[in-house]
């Protein structure tokens, strides 16, 4: 226990005094009219601004803090505010203070690792933010379009069916869609899990989890998974659990864009995961009609298009040039002298559909605002397919540009194999009637499917994943049951781990597979499947 | 305050009106007078408010109380007021009255608040500087708040300019939490 000498203290303590004003203190005030629901409707604070972060001083919460409010509401002769803290404590007549910020969160280096609530106070019980930390705002315009660029990098998620098939680029918005409990969060966490073998290259990708509206007990599996599996380290969790008042659950996406920004702009690749937007939706909706905005389709009022399209269009891949993106649009003065280009942002936003429905207004909202959706299916998950994308329904509009080129090749093939497997999948229960080339397409589309599937929190590099493909596409494995397969895969990436590491390696940074390796790839597959076959 | 606005409007006819008649003076005493009689009475006020009495019966007792007492203009202006059934709006109409008027005549409200009462000359000096920093007419009201401990603190339509010794305090005691904190 360290002791601490009463003159130390006061010398401290003479050190704060000296540096106080004795100037009077300027600041605008209301009185609270009303209180309910959340909701206080101010009198007075005329020139405050919408967005604007209000203090309450006369209304202390449980721990004595003031109660804080965010304004969203100018009327002609009063204020609309939402409280993030309980509004149990706001009466009538209670004074409030404007605090001239525009809602905004302390963003630095020290998040990463860390648990915190959409206001950036952390929340796992680690005391504060560590290191220099920088005040972004929540809402902030998306960068324009001479400061963005073409997406041009893949961002691996480790995912066989999503690499080959779906591939997502750094920068890109791809939507993450599908009923309650088909794996929805499982493919995020996966690829935030993936991104640890980016860590020790010179482009590692920062990612932000998003947790809106989520059990407390779901958020703290999330977090735990993540350290388990070394990802917690270059991860930041915002959390607004179901608990948690509308107004933090509506800004908690804007919070994540925020920091993810802070690393886009200088010049470094985030991912973000919005888990997930209809729940915000669902938040925005309820404070929306509490402030007494006309409501529209299934009650959402008029911009909830424009709550999700502003917030998605902050992903972005930043021009590769600093001077240009140093004059970018928007920037806080603060973070100014930081900017670089060559920065990413991509966001991975997900939806939840009530079975199936597609067609709902939010999931078309956000389908058509994002580069392309990976949908998944309730179906296919039952079928044991896991992860349970629908290939035929998903899609990304600019990913395949990104996709390692030896990637892309074999994806080509393997598209048209899964196609016409799903086309001829119908006649499969007629088994032998059906003519020989029929057969085995059914034969070759089975192994397809079956070589898809993955484990939970086990994402593949992508060099595994291209040699596996690799032998797909020679059509080595239909000379294996479909139960064999898993065994192969496992077996055969190990022997080419210990056989080829030097080839892997070049693989993994340059992306080429050439013909020679290919053929000893062939090779030790030919040798495992003769093995597993003996059996 | 929720004003309906329908008050302001009522009230900027009435100025309207007045200066047509070039009768604003008399015509803001009379609205004080009603103002202040509101004021002295709760009863008076919750009668106009009350939805269970009759409106004839308010339109009576307002000509009782009033009549003869103020100018024909504003005697007229309660009848009419009467007679559009806004007789429980009356109170907001005064206020809106005079502030269309300080708005007009170019004079400020400010509030003062201290923790112990002024001399008429400190409040003359107060006031004085008060004008001489805004450039307008202005008029004064004092509130003495012990817990301030010491100190002013001026409060002109929504802006504090706070100077006593308890916002002081809570702003050190915030300084020396947040560097505790660090």
New interface residues.
């Given amino acids: 226990m360290s002791q601490v000498r009463p003159d130390e203290v006061s010398a401290i ?1 003479r050190k ?2 000296s540096g ?1 004003d ?9 009185t609270v ?2 209180v309910g629901d959340g909701i206080a ?1 101010v ?5 405050v601004q919408a967005g604007e972060l209000v203090e309450l001083p006369d209304s202390k919460d449980d721990n004595g803090n003031p109660v804080t409010g965010m304004v969203l509401n100018l009327e ?3 204020v609309g505010i939402v409280l993030f803290g309980s509004a149990n404590a706001v009466e009538e007549g209670h004074t409030v203070k404007r605090t001239n910020d525009i809602a905004s969160i302390q963003v630095g280096e020290g998040l990463l690792g860390r648990v915190i609530n959409p206001l950036g106070i952390p929340i796992d019980g680690k005391g ?1 933010i560590s290191g220099d930390t920088i005040k972004l705002p929540l809402e902030r315009k998306a960068p324009g379009v001479i400061y963005r660029e073409p997406v041009t990098e893949p961002l691996q998620t480790g995912l066989k069916s999503i690499d080959s098939l779906i591939p997502i680029g750094r920068g890109q918005r791809e939507l993450i869609i599908g009923d309650r409990q088909t794996g929805k969060t499982a493919v995020a966490i996966d690829t935030i899990i993936n991104q640890k073998a980016t860590q020790d290259t010179d482009k590692p990708v920062h990612c932000i989890y998003v947790a809106v509206g989520q059990k407390g007990s779901t958020v703290a599996n999330i977090r735990k998974v993540l350290e388990d599996n070394g990802a917690l380290k270059y991860t930041t969790i915002v959390a607004a659990p179901a608990s948690t008042s509308a107004p933090l659950r509506y800004i908690a996406p804007f919070a994540g864009a925020a920091i993810g920004e802070y690393f886009r702009d200088t010049g470094r690749h985030a991912l973000v995961i919005y888990d997930d937007l209809s729940k915000q939706a669902v938040a925005y909706r309820e404070l929306s009609l509490l402030l007494k905005r006309p409501p529209g389709r299934e009650a959402y009022p008029g911009d909830v298009f424009y709550l999700h399209s502003r917030l998605l269009e902050r992903a972005a891949k930043i021009i590769n040039d600093d001077e240009v993106a140093k004059k970018m649009n928007n920037i806080p003065e603060e973070l100014r002298p930081k900017v670089k280009g060559g920065g990413s942002l991509t966001a991975l936003p997900v939806i939840e559909t009530q079975a199936g429905d597609v067609s709902a207004y939010i999931p078309t909202n956000v389908i058509s605002i994002t580069d392309g959706q990976i949908f998944l299916d309730t179906d296919l998950f039952n079928q044991g397919i896991r992860p349970a994308i629908d290939v035929g329904t998903s899609v990304s509009r600019v990913g395949g540009s990104a996709q390692v080129k030896s990637m892309k090749k074999l994806s080509g093939t393997l598209k048209l194999d899964l196609a016409q497997y799903r086309e001829l999948e119908a006649f499969a229960k007629f088994g032998s009637d059906l003519d020989a080339s029929t057969q085995a397409q059914l034969r070759k589309g089975e192994r397809t499917v079956e070589l898809l599937k993955q484990g939970e929190y086990q994402p593949l590099p992508v060099e595994q994943q291209i040699a596996l493909l690799k032998i797909n596409s020679e059509g080595l494995l239909d000379k294996l049951a479909v139960e064999q397969i898993s065994d192969f895969e496992k077996q055969y990436l190990e022997t080419v781990g210990i056989k080829f590491e030097k080839e892997m390696q070049s693989l993994s940074e340059t992306g080429v597979l050439d013909d020679s390796f290919g053929d000893k790839l062939i090779k030790i597959a030919n040798s495992v499947i003769d093995q597993i076959t003996a059996n | ?3 309906s ?1 329908a008050s302001g409007r009522y009230a900027k006819a009435l100025l309207e009106l007045a200066e047509e008649h070039n009768n604003v003076e008399q015509t803001l005493q009379d609205i004080l007078f009603i103002k202040a009689t509101l004021d002295d009475s709760r009863d008076l006020l919750l009668f106009l408010k009350s939805p269970i009495i009759k409106p004839e019966k308010k339109v009576a007792a307002l000509e009782e109380i009033f009549g003869g007492k103020v100018s024909d203009l504003v005697h007229n202006f309660i009848s009419l007021i009467a007679r559009k059934n806004r007789q429980s709006m009356i109170d907001q109409i005064a206020n809106s009255f005079i502030e269309i008027y300080n708005d007009h005549a170019g004079i400020i409200e400010a509030k003062i608040f201290v923790a112990h009462k002024l001399t008429d000359e400190q409040l003359s000096n107060v006031k004085d500087k008060i004008a001489s920093v805004t450039g307008k007419k202005v008029q004064i009201t004092e509130e003495v708040d012990e817990s301030l401990k010491g100190g002013m603190a001026i ?1 002109i ?7 006593t010794v308890k ?2 305090l809570e ?2 005691e915030d ?2 939490l947040s ?1 505790a ?2």
Avoid: C, P, W
């Fill in positions: 303590l704060q005094l106080f004795n100037e009077a203190d300027t600041y605008d005030v209301g009219l009303e409707r009198y007075g604070l005329s020139k002609e002769d009063n504060n | 305050m929720l004003v606005k409060k339509s929504d802006t504090v300019i706070d100077g916002h002081k702003q050190l300084v020396f560097s904190m660090e």
